[in-house]
């Protein structure tokens, strides 16, 4: 019994892990704007928060199995309650990262950026909550799919929280050490968005496409990194 339920575990964990990366990302670079002293601070209440939503979601369950139930209908496209918290969050993903990378390009002084009171902590935090929201009822959904045992679920999703804490700081020092690598993780989040956007109005891009597509450019600026080194 308990073998036959540690392979849905480890493959829930790992899908988990997936799909938290693009959090881990968002946080990132989010903190980049505040002081150091608060950037561990967002980090941590951001993927926290994460865990706590994921575990209040588990709790209404039931509730959660309704999102997927139709609510209107746009052009014959069936809009469901997850429909539109995609779209949402797909929106605001494509919004946030066209407007860093806008910045990026346009050489603004990040420093004045940092300052500015758009950045104050309680504000990013508050990004960071919709958006954790957003993957939250995605990741349930898709757990729900994949297992029926409620303990697998609470279990992936706790493991998954603490390798997200392990793994925030490591991801979020090298993309603040490498400006090249922060565009890139943002042109990640406007396809994550695109992705969700599409998901939202029942045209599903298959993730493997995606997650393929990320891995390869980061390879692609692995090399090109290695290259201008030399």
Known sequence: MLIESLIPLLSLIALEVILGIDNIIFISILADKLPESQRAKLRYWGIGLAMVMRLALLGVISWILKLDQTLFKVVNIEITGKGLILIFGGLFLIYKSTKEIYHKTEDKNEDELGNSKEHTFSKLLTQVIVLDLVFSVDSIITAVGMVQE?????????????????????????ISQHPSFKVLALCFLMIIGVSLLAEGFHFEIPKGYIYFSMAFSFLVDVIQMKTAKK
């Open 150 to 174: 409620l303990w697998v679920m609470y279990t992936a999703v706790v493991v998954t929280v603490l390798i997200m804490l392990a793994a925030a700081k490591p991801i979020s020092s090298f």
